[in-house]
Protein backbone atom coordinates (compact mmCIF):
# COMPACT_ATOMS: atom_id res chain seq x y z
CA UNK A 1 0.00 0.00 0.00
CA UNK A 2 0.91 3.53 -0.23
CA UNK A 3 1.85 5.32 2.79
CA UNK A 4 0.95 8.75 4.09
CA UNK A 5 3.59 8.37 7.15
CA UNK A 6 6.60 8.62 5.00
CA UNK A 7 7.49 12.39 5.28
CA UNK A 8 7.10 12.09 9.10
CA UNK A 9 9.09 9.27 9.78
CA UNK A 10 11.90 9.18 7.65
CA UNK A 11 14.42 11.35 9.08
CA UNK A 12 17.80 9.73 8.89
CA UNK A 13 20.39 10.20 6.65
CA UNK A 14 20.87 7.14 3.96
CA UNK A 15 25.04 7.03 5.23
CA UNK A 16 23.71 7.77 8.51
CA UNK A 17 26.83 7.15 10.92
CA UNK A 18 24.09 5.69 14.02
CA UNK A 19 23.78 2.50 11.78
CA UNK A 20 25.26 -0.32 13.82
CA UNK A 21 28.45 -2.02 12.40
CA UNK A 22 28.85 -5.07 10.43
CA UNK A 23 26.14 -7.05 7.80
CA UNK A 24 22.59 -5.45 8.19
CA UNK A 25 21.27 -9.01 8.56
CA UNK A 26 23.09 -10.05 11.77
CA UNK A 27 22.71 -6.69 13.21
CA UNK A 28 21.47 -7.26 17.00
CA UNK A 29 18.43 -6.02 18.86
CA UNK A 30 19.39 -2.97 20.85
CA UNK A 31 17.50 -4.79 23.76
CA UNK A 32 17.19 -8.80 23.35
CA UNK A 33 20.78 -8.57 21.56
CA UNK A 34 18.99 -11.09 19.26
CA UNK A 35 19.82 -11.45 15.59
CA UNK A 36 16.57 -13.12 14.67
CA UNK A 37 14.44 -11.00 12.46
CA UNK A 38 16.42 -7.36 12.57
CA UNK A 39 14.19 -4.19 11.82
CA UNK A 40 15.59 -0.64 12.09
CA UNK A 41 13.52 2.02 12.38
CA UNK A 42 13.67 5.03 9.61
CA UNK A 43 13.18 8.17 12.13
CA UNK A 44 16.11 7.17 14.86
CA UNK A 45 18.39 4.28 13.16
CA UNK A 46 17.44 2.39 16.54
CA UNK A 47 17.21 -1.56 15.62
CA UNK A 48 14.87 -4.03 17.19
CA UNK A 49 13.94 -7.40 16.82
CA UNK A 50 10.82 -8.76 14.91
CA UNK A 51 7.22 -9.39 15.98
CA UNK A 52 7.70 -12.74 15.36
CA UNK A 53 10.91 -12.86 17.30
CA UNK A 54 10.32 -10.53 21.14
CA UNK A 55 8.31 -7.96 18.99
CA UNK A 56 10.71 -4.87 20.01
CA UNK A 57 10.31 -3.03 16.57
CA UNK A 58 6.90 -2.99 17.14
CA UNK A 59 7.52 -2.25 20.68
CA UNK A 60 9.90 0.58 19.60
CA UNK A 61 6.94 2.53 18.09
CA UNK A 62 3.99 1.70 20.61
CA UNK A 63 6.22 3.35 23.51
CA UNK A 64 6.92 6.56 21.06
CA UNK A 65 2.95 6.83 20.57
CA UNK A 66 1.94 8.98 23.80
CA UNK A 67 -0.76 11.01 24.88
CA UNK A 68 -1.13 14.55 24.36
CA UNK A 69 -1.86 15.65 27.46
CA UNK A 70 1.37 14.44 28.97
CA UNK A 71 3.50 16.49 26.42
CA UNK A 72 3.94 19.46 24.77
CA UNK A 73 3.13 19.34 21.36
CA UNK A 74 6.59 19.42 19.61
CA UNK A 75 7.59 16.36 22.00
CA UNK A 76 4.58 14.55 20.55
CA UNK A 77 5.13 15.36 17.40
CA UNK A 78 9.20 14.11 17.40
CA UNK A 79 7.98 10.96 19.14
CA UNK A 80 4.85 10.13 16.83
CA UNK A 81 7.65 9.45 14.11
CA UNK A 82 8.69 6.11 14.86
CA UNK A 83 5.87 4.47 13.03
CA UNK A 84 7.61 3.41 9.92
CA UNK A 85 10.92 0.49 10.27
CA UNK A 86 12.67 -1.97 7.39
CA UNK A 87 13.62 -5.56 7.54
CA UNK A 88 17.65 -5.15 7.51
CA UNK A 89 17.37 -8.64 5.42
CA UNK A 90 15.00 -8.64 2.47
CA UNK A 91 14.71 -4.59 2.82
CA UNK A 92 11.27 -4.63 2.94
CA UNK A 93 9.64 -1.19 4.60
CA UNK A 94 6.67 -1.55 7.19
CA UNK A 95 4.48 1.58 8.72
CA UNK A 96 3.05 0.25 11.72
CA UNK A 97 0.65 2.98 11.81
CA UNK A 98 -0.73 1.51 8.65
CA UNK A 99 -0.29 -2.05 9.27
CA UNK A 100 0.57 -2.95 6.39
CA UNK A 101 4.00 -2.85 4.10
CA UNK A 102 5.15 0.10 2.22
CA UNK A 103 5.37 0.26 -1.68
CA UNK A 104 6.28 3.97 -2.22
CA UNK A 105 8.80 6.26 -1.28
CA UNK A 106 9.30 10.08 0.07
CA UNK A 107 9.75 12.71 -2.67
CA UNK A 108 13.38 12.77 -2.28
CA UNK A 109 14.01 9.01 -2.52
CA UNK A 110 14.98 8.14 0.95
CA UNK A 111 13.56 5.05 1.13
CA UNK A 112 15.27 3.51 -1.48
CA UNK A 113 18.42 5.52 -1.25
CA UNK A 114 18.54 3.68 3.36
CA UNK A 115 17.62 0.57 1.04
CA UNK A 116 20.71 0.42 -1.36
CA UNK A 117 22.92 1.78 1.85
CA UNK A 118 22.32 -1.39 4.11
CA UNK A 119 22.53 -3.42 0.59
CA UNK A 120 25.96 -1.82 -0.13
CA UNK A 121 26.64 -3.07 3.32
CA UNK A 122 25.79 -6.38 3.72
CA UNK A 123 27.67 -6.81 0.26
CA UNK A 124 30.66 -5.47 1.60
CA UNK A 125 30.26 -7.97 5.13
CA UNK A 126 30.13 -10.69 2.96
CA UNK A 127 33.17 -9.80 1.13
CA UNK A 128 35.01 -9.61 3.84
CA UNK A 129 33.65 -13.19 5.35
CA UNK A 130 34.22 -14.96 2.47
CA UNK A 131 37.65 -13.60 2.03
CA UNK A 132 38.35 -14.22 5.65
CA UNK A 133 37.14 -17.60 5.11
CA UNK A 134 39.21 -18.20 2.18
CA UNK A 135 42.26 -17.78 4.46
CA UNK A 136 41.15 -20.12 7.16
CA UNK A 137 40.40 -23.36 3.73
CA UNK A 138 44.08 -22.63 2.72
CA UNK A 139 45.19 -23.30 5.98
CA UNK A 140 44.80 -27.34 6.19
CA UNK A 141 45.73 -27.99 9.78
CA UNK A 142 43.45 -25.38 11.33
CA UNK A 143 40.81 -26.77 8.68
CA UNK A 144 40.85 -30.70 9.89
CA UNK A 145 40.93 -29.47 13.32
CA UNK A 146 37.93 -27.23 12.87
CA UNK A 147 36.39 -30.24 11.62
CA UNK A 148 37.25 -33.07 13.77
CA UNK A 149 36.27 -33.35 17.35
CA UNK A 150 37.36 -35.70 19.33
CA UNK A 151 39.23 -37.51 16.64
CA UNK A 152 35.43 -37.61 14.64
CA UNK A 153 33.92 -35.76 12.18
CA UNK A 154 31.20 -34.06 13.59
CA UNK A 155 27.74 -34.63 11.60
CA UNK A 156 24.38 -32.99 11.35
CA UNK A 157 21.83 -35.50 12.99
CA UNK A 158 18.71 -35.36 10.58
CA UNK A 159 15.59 -36.90 11.05
CA UNK A 160 12.91 -37.98 8.24
CA UNK A 161 9.27 -38.57 7.78
CA UNK A 162 7.78 -42.00 7.44
CA UNK A 163 5.67 -42.78 4.65
CA UNK A 164 2.28 -43.00 5.45
CA UNK A 165 0.97 -44.99 1.88
CA UNK A 166 1.52 -42.35 -0.43
CA UNK A 167 2.62 -39.50 1.66
CA UNK A 168 5.58 -38.01 0.31
CA UNK A 169 3.93 -35.12 -0.99
CA UNK A 170 3.24 -34.00 2.17
CA UNK A 171 6.80 -35.75 3.85
CA UNK A 172 8.56 -33.05 1.24
CA UNK A 173 6.37 -30.01 2.23
CA UNK A 174 7.64 -30.79 6.04
CA UNK A 175 10.87 -30.85 5.14
CA UNK A 176 11.20 -27.56 2.93
CA UNK A 177 9.23 -26.01 5.55
CA UNK A 178 11.01 -27.19 8.40
CA UNK A 179 14.29 -25.93 6.61
CA UNK A 180 13.32 -22.25 6.86
CA UNK A 181 14.72 -20.91 9.69
CA UNK A 182 12.46 -18.17 10.48
CA UNK A 183 9.80 -19.97 9.99
CA UNK A 184 10.37 -22.51 12.06
CA UNK A 185 11.75 -20.92 15.07
CA UNK A 186 8.79 -19.29 15.19
CA UNK A 187 6.97 -22.39 15.45
CA UNK A 188 9.23 -24.11 17.51
CA UNK A 189 9.17 -21.22 20.10
CA UNK A 190 5.32 -21.72 20.56
CA UNK A 191 4.20 -22.91 23.90
CA UNK A 192 2.07 -26.24 23.76
CA UNK A 193 -1.58 -25.74 22.90
CA UNK A 194 -4.25 -26.91 25.68
CA UNK A 195 -7.45 -28.36 23.88
CA UNK A 196 -9.72 -27.51 26.70
CA UNK A 197 -13.23 -28.91 26.41
CA UNK A 198 -14.44 -29.56 30.32
CA UNK A 199 -13.23 -33.43 30.99
CA UNK A 200 -10.01 -32.31 29.30
CA UNK A 201 -9.21 -29.30 31.17
CA UNK A 202 -6.02 -28.58 32.81
CA UNK A 203 -3.97 -31.84 31.12
CA UNK A 204 -2.39 -32.45 27.79
CA UNK A 205 -4.87 -33.86 25.54
CA UNK A 206 -4.01 -36.11 21.86
CA UNK A 207 -5.66 -36.14 18.84
CA UNK A 208 -7.45 -39.83 18.31
CA UNK A 209 -10.19 -40.62 15.58
CA UNK A 210 -13.07 -40.38 17.50
CA UNK A 211 -11.98 -36.88 18.45
CA UNK A 212 -14.76 -33.82 17.01
CA UNK A 213 -13.36 -31.17 14.39
CA UNK A 214 -13.65 -28.80 16.90
CA UNK A 215 -10.47 -29.85 19.07
CA UNK A 216 -8.30 -30.18 16.52
CA UNK A 217 -5.21 -27.70 16.38
CA UNK A 218 -3.41 -27.55 13.13
CA UNK A 219 -0.76 -25.09 14.69
CA UNK A 220 0.17 -27.40 17.55
CA UNK A 221 0.31 -30.55 15.60
CA UNK A 222 2.71 -28.40 12.88
CA UNK A 223 4.65 -27.16 16.08
CA UNK A 224 5.08 -30.77 17.36
CA UNK A 225 5.92 -31.88 14.17
CA UNK A 226 9.04 -28.88 13.85
CA UNK A 227 10.21 -29.90 17.31
CA UNK A 228 10.54 -33.98 16.36
CA UNK A 229 12.20 -33.34 13.21
CA UNK A 230 15.05 -30.99 15.11
CA UNK A 231 15.41 -32.67 18.25
CA UNK A 232 17.31 -34.99 16.60
CA UNK A 233 16.85 -38.16 18.82
CA UNK A 234 15.38 -40.35 16.47
CA UNK A 235 15.98 -41.16 12.55
CA UNK A 236 12.84 -40.50 11.41
CA UNK A 237 9.29 -39.87 12.58
CA UNK A 238 5.58 -40.55 12.06
CA UNK A 239 3.71 -37.75 11.54
CA UNK A 240 0.29 -39.48 11.89
CA UNK A 241 -1.24 -37.02 14.26
CA UNK A 242 -0.49 -33.98 12.25
CA UNK A 243 -2.11 -35.86 8.85
CA UNK A 244 -5.19 -36.69 11.09
CA UNK A 245 -5.78 -32.87 11.71
CA UNK A 246 -5.32 -32.48 7.79
CA UNK A 247 -7.74 -34.97 6.98
CA UNK A 248 -10.34 -33.25 9.79
CA UNK A 249 -9.61 -29.86 8.28
CA UNK A 250 -8.88 -30.42 4.73
CA UNK A 251 -10.98 -33.02 2.84
CA UNK A 252 -9.37 -33.10 0.07
CA UNK A 253 -5.89 -34.49 1.35
CA UNK A 254 -8.51 -37.40 3.16
CA UNK A 255 -7.02 -40.76 2.25
CA UNK A 256 -3.17 -42.69 1.20
CA UNK A 257 -3.36 -41.71 -2.82
CA UNK A 258 -1.00 -39.09 -3.82
CA UNK A 259 -1.58 -35.76 -4.13
CA UNK A 260 0.00 -32.24 -5.33
CA UNK A 261 2.60 -31.55 -3.66
CA UNK A 262 2.25 -27.67 -3.75
CA UNK A 263 -1.32 -27.87 -3.55
CA UNK A 264 -1.03 -29.64 -0.15
CA UNK A 265 1.23 -26.42 0.89
CA UNK A 266 -0.97 -23.77 -0.71
CA UNK A 267 -3.59 -25.63 1.96
CA UNK A 268 -1.82 -26.11 4.69
CA UNK A 269 -0.16 -22.48 4.58
CA UNK A 270 -3.68 -21.20 4.11
CA UNK A 271 -4.89 -22.92 7.55
CA UNK A 272 -2.41 -21.96 9.45
CA UNK A 273 -2.69 -17.91 8.63
CA UNK A 274 -6.18 -18.39 9.97
CA UNK A 275 -5.39 -20.59 12.83
CA UNK A 276 -2.85 -18.17 13.68
CA UNK A 277 -5.24 -15.17 13.03
CA UNK A 278 -7.94 -16.71 15.76
CA UNK A 279 -11.42 -16.00 14.78
CA UNK A 280 -12.77 -12.95 13.36
CA UNK A 281 -15.99 -11.42 14.52
CA UNK A 282 -17.08 -13.25 17.13
CA UNK A 283 -16.54 -16.60 14.57
CA UNK A 284 -15.04 -19.31 16.19
CA UNK A 285 -11.52 -20.48 14.64
CA UNK A 286 -12.98 -23.93 13.70
CA UNK A 287 -15.83 -22.21 11.85
CA UNK A 288 -13.30 -20.26 10.29
CA UNK A 289 -11.69 -23.53 8.93
CA UNK A 290 -14.48 -25.34 8.33
CA UNK A 291 -15.78 -22.64 6.10
CA UNK A 292 -12.54 -22.42 4.11
CA UNK A 293 -11.96 -26.28 3.72
CA UNK A 294 -13.54 -26.62 0.89
CA UNK A 295 -12.20 -23.44 -0.95
CA UNK A 296 -9.47 -23.76 -3.51
CA UNK A 297 -6.46 -22.72 -2.55
CA UNK A 298 -5.60 -18.65 -3.12
CA UNK A 299 -4.85 -15.79 -2.05
CA UNK A 300 -7.36 -15.47 0.86
CA UNK A 301 -4.78 -15.92 3.54
CA UNK A 302 -3.63 -12.42 2.65
CA UNK A 303 -6.26 -10.69 3.49
CA UNK A 304 -8.56 -10.34 6.66
CA UNK A 305 -6.24 -7.65 8.06
CA UNK A 306 -4.00 -9.35 10.53
CA UNK A 307 -0.58 -10.25 9.38
CA UNK A 308 0.86 -13.96 10.77
CA UNK A 309 4.26 -15.30 10.03
CA UNK A 310 3.07 -16.81 7.32
CA UNK A 311 2.74 -13.61 5.72
CA UNK A 312 6.06 -12.05 6.40
CA UNK A 313 8.11 -14.83 5.47
CA UNK A 314 5.73 -15.77 2.01
CA UNK A 315 3.93 -12.57 1.57
CA UNK A 316 4.59 -10.49 -1.77
CA UNK A 317 2.87 -7.78 -3.35
CA UNK A 318 2.21 -7.78 -6.83
CA UNK A 319 1.62 -4.55 -9.40
CA UNK A 320 -1.21 -4.64 -12.01
CA UNK A 321 -0.98 -2.06 -14.56
CA UNK A 322 -3.48 -1.50 -16.99
CA UNK A 323 -2.93 0.79 -19.78
CA UNK A 324 -6.09 2.07 -22.09
CA UNK A 325 -4.32 2.52 -25.74
CA UNK A 326 -7.01 5.25 -26.87
CA UNK A 327 -6.14 7.40 -24.15
CA UNK A 328 -3.22 6.36 -22.23
CA UNK A 329 -5.64 6.41 -19.26
CA UNK A 330 -3.15 3.59 -16.72
CA UNK A 331 -4.90 1.99 -13.79
CA UNK A 332 -2.51 0.43 -11.12
CA UNK A 333 -3.57 -2.05 -8.52
CA UNK A 334 -1.48 -3.91 -5.71
CA UNK A 335 -2.14 -7.24 -4.96
CA UNK A 336 -0.96 -9.54 -1.96
CA UNK A 337 0.11 -12.84 -3.03
CA UNK A 338 1.82 -15.98 -1.36
CA UNK A 339 2.98 -17.81 -4.74
CA UNK A 340 2.89 -17.17 -8.07
CA UNK A 341 2.07 -19.23 -11.27
CA UNK A 342 4.00 -19.39 -13.92
CA UNK A 343 3.34 -20.44 -17.67
CA UNK A 344 6.48 -21.84 -20.06
CA UNK A 345 7.09 -19.12 -22.78
CA UNK A 346 5.67 -20.06 -26.07
CA UNK A 347 9.03 -20.77 -27.37
CA UNK A 348 9.78 -23.60 -25.00
CA UNK A 349 6.80 -25.59 -26.05
CA UNK A 350 6.85 -26.66 -29.51
CA UNK A 351 6.59 -30.40 -29.39
CA UNK A 352 8.87 -32.79 -30.42
CA UNK A 353 9.18 -36.21 -31.46
CA UNK A 354 10.59 -38.95 -28.65
CA UNK A 355 13.21 -39.43 -31.28
CA UNK A 356 14.66 -35.87 -31.49
CA UNK A 357 17.20 -34.69 -28.85
CA UNK A 358 16.33 -32.82 -25.92
CA UNK A 359 15.21 -29.15 -26.87
CA UNK A 360 16.28 -25.66 -25.44
CA UNK A 361 16.51 -25.34 -21.18
CA UNK A 362 13.81 -22.89 -20.24
CA UNK A 363 15.11 -21.47 -16.76
CA UNK A 364 13.13 -19.59 -13.86
CA UNK A 365 14.40 -16.49 -15.30
CA UNK A 366 12.64 -16.95 -18.87
CA UNK A 367 9.35 -17.96 -16.72
CA UNK A 368 9.58 -14.63 -14.83
CA UNK A 369 10.37 -12.79 -17.64
CA UNK A 370 7.15 -13.75 -19.65
CA UNK A 371 5.35 -13.45 -16.66
CA UNK A 372 5.70 -9.82 -16.58
CA UNK A 373 6.00 -8.88 -19.86
CA UNK A 374 3.97 -6.22 -21.08
CA UNK A 375 0.87 -7.88 -22.96
CA UNK A 376 -1.82 -6.40 -24.82
CA UNK A 377 -5.59 -8.22 -24.07
CA UNK A 378 -7.65 -10.09 -26.21
CA UNK A 379 -10.75 -8.80 -27.87
CA UNK A 380 -12.34 -11.17 -24.69
CA UNK A 381 -10.88 -9.20 -22.00
CA UNK A 382 -11.40 -5.42 -22.55
CA UNK A 383 -10.44 -2.68 -20.20
CA UNK A 384 -13.45 -0.93 -18.95
CA UNK A 385 -12.03 3.10 -19.37
CA UNK A 386 -13.28 5.02 -16.46
CA UNK A 387 -12.07 8.10 -18.64
CA UNK A 388 -13.17 6.82 -21.74
CA UNK A 389 -16.42 5.80 -20.58
CA UNK A 390 -16.47 2.32 -22.23
CA UNK A 391 -14.20 -0.81 -22.68
CA UNK A 392 -10.79 0.03 -24.82
CA UNK A 393 -8.09 -2.29 -25.81
CA UNK A 394 -5.37 -2.00 -23.35
CA UNK A 395 -2.24 -4.00 -22.58
CA UNK A 396 -1.63 -5.29 -19.37
CA UNK A 397 1.93 -5.56 -17.46
CA UNK A 398 2.56 -7.01 -13.76
CA UNK A 399 5.47 -5.73 -11.55
CA UNK A 400 6.53 -7.57 -8.57
CA UNK A 401 6.88 -4.97 -6.49
CA UNK A 402 7.78 -6.44 -2.80
CA UNK A 403 9.73 -9.74 -3.15
CA UNK A 404 8.90 -12.34 -0.08
CA UNK A 405 11.79 -13.70 1.76
CA UNK A 406 10.57 -16.94 0.55
CA UNK A 407 9.24 -17.13 -3.35
CA UNK A 408 6.95 -19.68 -3.69
CA UNK A 409 6.32 -20.61 -7.73
CA UNK A 410 4.24 -23.39 -9.90
CA UNK A 411 3.94 -23.91 -13.43
CA UNK A 412 0.89 -25.39 -14.50
CA UNK A 413 0.78 -29.03 -15.12
CA UNK A 414 -0.63 -28.84 -18.22
CA UNK A 415 2.05 -27.06 -19.42
CA UNK A 416 4.30 -29.98 -18.60
CA UNK A 417 3.89 -32.90 -20.73
CA UNK A 418 5.98 -35.83 -21.69
CA UNK A 419 6.31 -35.20 -25.09
CA UNK A 420 7.63 -31.95 -24.71
CA UNK A 421 11.41 -32.19 -24.64
CA UNK A 422 12.03 -28.86 -23.29
CA UNK A 423 13.70 -28.86 -20.47
CA UNK A 424 12.85 -26.58 -17.15
Not at 179 to 200: D, H, M, S
Not at 262 to 283: A, I, K, P, S, T
Request: one cysteine or more; glycine letters at 4%.
Amino acid sequence: MECPHLSSSVCIAPDSAKFPNGSPSSWCCSVCRSNKSPWVCLTCSSVHCGRYVNGHAKKHYEDAQVPLTNHKKSEKQEKAQHTVCMDCSSYSTYCYRCDDFVVNDTKLGLVQKVREHLQNLENSAFTADRHRKRKLLENSTLNSKLLKVNGSTTAICATGLRNLGNTCFMNAILQSLSNIEQFCCYFKELPAVELRNGKTAGRRTYHTRSQGDNNVSLVEEFRKTLCALWQGSQTAFSPESLFYVVWKIMPNFRGYQQQDAHEFMRYLLDHLHLELQGGFNGVSRSAILQENSTLSASNKCCINGASTVVTAIFGGILQNEVNCLICGTESRKFDPFLDLSLDIPSQFRSKRSKNQENGPVCSLRDCLRSFTDLEELDETELYMCHKCKKKQKSTKKFWIQKLPKVSSYSVPQARVQWHDHSSL
